[in-house]
């Protein structure tokens, strides 16, 4: 079981590079067995917990794979009797979006010292949006889009009816149900909480234990890699 | 009237970079007799931003976007700032400052090479990029189902204090970048944060 760490990434590319630099992989040679496990694990954390963008975390996960099975297969040879290693194009993109990646600080950083100027009417922002519907200049593509989009909207409001069922749990029911649980006891630990539970009461009784973890109700800390146990402050 | 005041009285009264053109135009039609030309009007910015300096002045004509804007010295923000309360500094997200420099470093360049790049969909992004007036359509390319090429604006470079795309910071070589000490440094950091946790669950 790998320990997973949910961080703040802008992709999969990024979520790769996070490994390599923890790990002090070198990029040239990456172990795909090893950093495809551990890239599936955090894409089925994403799916449990219903984040967003899994798709283009799914893709890559299906061209780590595909490497993984290449590299066991007897090695190709090009025209030129060389060997072609499949991570090729996986190690080009990486390097490629590390590069992007610093420019993006620069652009950061200079953005931040433009904004330590201020030109003649710096205040004007609030006038700014007052005008919007003032304005008859040509509007910018995006901005029509997202207009015709919501016109699309209100227009098909009316025609569609999503049936969606009611949510068995409720994040306050879930709360209370932790804090009963507590209750008297020193420390519970979390699987004891949800055991054989349905996958909806483990998923809402997480967040709203994370929930509790943020108004600082309760303390977590962990046990094993398995688990991890509460405590009220 | 010396054409260094006039020039400070056009740069002051604008909220926006004034191009050398603007100021050569304007120079030429109420000024025809001193025969003007780019050299002199950049000269004499430059001797305006040197009085500012000897006279400890608060603020310089700086190049930014297309032309010269009068603004206020970086040391002056914190108290600006606190005049203006409302305004906060604003952050750009990760996602949106890696598309934009994607966009900057490779325009024109299309939505499917960016969405490439970044391994996810830039739509987003792009969408709100362009809504801020970052970047803008420049047409479309020769590729297959003619994708929108984007570029940016002269209000980015106005926005991130450039005089144009060659200001831009070189990206690095790849060599370069893994050779970096601040690459390895932020693996110490990684690692050094991993021991915390450790050492924390062990006590």
């Known amino acids: 079981m790998y320990r997973v760490q949910i961080g703040p990434f802008e992709g999969p590319l990024d979520l790769l590079l996070f490994f390599v630099k923890r790990d002090e992989i070198d990029i040239y040679d990456i172990p795909i067995a090893r950093i495809t496990e551990e890239f599936l694990a955090y894409v089925q954390l994403m799916e449990e917990l219903n984040l967003d963008g899994v798709g283009d975390f799914l893709y890559f996960a299906a061209l780590l794979m595909d490497i993984k099975a290449r590299m066991l297969l007897p090695a190709e040879k090009a025209e030129e009797e060389q060997e072609v290693d499949p991570r090729r194009e996986l190690v080009e993109r990486l390097l490629e979006y590390v590069r992007y990646k610093e420019a993006a600080g620069h652009l950061e950083k200079l953005h931040h010292m433009r904004q330590l100027h201020y030109g003649r009417g710096y205040v004007p922002e609030a006038e700014q949006y007052q005008e919007v519907e003032e304005r008859w200049e040509t509007p910018s593509l995006g901005a029509l889009i997202r207009a015709f989009r919501k016109v ?26 932790v804090l009963e649980r507590l209750k008297g006891r020193e420390k519970v630990a979390f699987s004891s909480l949800v055991m054989r539970r349905s996958r909806a009461f483990v998923i809402v009784t997480f967040l709203a234990i994370l929930e509790l973890l943020k108004n600082q109700v309760i303390r977590v800390f962990l046990g094993t890699e398995e688990d991890f146990y509460l405590e009220r402050v | 009237m010396n054409m260094e005041v006039i020039i400070e009285a056009i740069l002051f009264a604008a909220t926006a970079p004034v191009r050398v053109e603007e100021m050569l135009e304007v120079l030429r039609t109420t000024k025809p007799e001193l025969s003007v030309d780019e050299a002199m009007v950049r000269a004499a910015i430059d001797a305006l931003n040197e009085k500012y300096a000897e006279g400890g002045h608060a603020v310089r004509v700086y190049a930014w976007g297309e032309g010269f804007q009068l603004s206020t010295i970086p040391d002056m923000a914190p108290y600006v700032q606190a005049h203006s309360q409302e305004r906060r500094v604003r952050k750009l997200t990760r996602s949106l400052l890696e598309t934009l420099a994607i966009v900057a470093y490779r325009q024109p360049v299309s939505k499917p090479e960016i969405d490439f790049i970044r391994g996810v969909d830039a739509g987003y992004a792009l969408g709100k990029l362009l809504e801020m007036g970052y970047i803008e359509v420049k047409g479309r390319s020769d590729q297959v189902g003619r994708p929108l090429l984007y570029g940016t604006t002269t209000y980015f470079l106005e926005q991130f204090g450039l005089s144009g795309l060659e200001d831009l910071p070189r990206p690095r070589e790849i060599e370069e970048l893994l050779a970096d000490p601040a690459f390895s440094r932020e693996r110490a950091q990684l690692l050094a944060f991993q021991q915390t946790e450790e050492t924390q669950k062990q006590s």
């Open chain 1, 152 to 177: 699309m909207q209100k227009a098909t409001a009316r025609e569609v009816v999503h049936q969606v069922a009611p949510e068995v749990y409720t994040l306050e029911e879930q709360r209370a149900f």
